[in-house]
């Protein structure tokens, strides 16, 4: 796993000592490239700087036919709240420039939250 939050990288290696966790921003993943069969990114895309270079490290990291689930919300109003919240035109956009195809689009939760799932 990788977080920007120290504390959230030593909570989540707390609770699941097996597994690998690293201090990491989206937009510069501290993984090799095509080393991921799966990356799950679940309500942070609205905090990165750089959409499209998160999009574009996420790509980086998977392997072929590697899947992609970004999950994020969709609110309008997000944006009184100065979110940075993303279209579905402009998240399939930032897919296909990274190289992925996306293979579904699906509203929650009375459609607050968008679900992206893209293949590479």
Do not use: Y
Request: net charge neutral.
């Amino acid at each position: 796993g990788v977080d920007p939050a120290e504390q959230m990288i030593l909570e989540a290696a707390r609770l699941n000592p097996q597994a690998t966790f690293k201090v990491g921003f989206a937009e510069s993943l501290p993984l090799p490239d095509e080393s991921a069969d799966i990356v799950v990114s679940s309500l942070s895309f609205h905090h990165w700087e750089d959409h499209q270079k998160g999009i574009q490290e996420m790509a980086r990291v998977l392997r072929p036919e590697g899947l992609l689930c970004l999950a994020d919300h969709n609110m309008l109003l997000s944006k009184l709240w100065r979110e940075k919240v993303k279209s579905r035109k402009e998240i399939q956009t930032f897919m296909v420039e990274a190289g992925l195809t996306v293979r579904r689009h699906q509203g929650m939760g009375l459609r607050f939250v968008l679900i992206t799932l893209a293949q590479k």
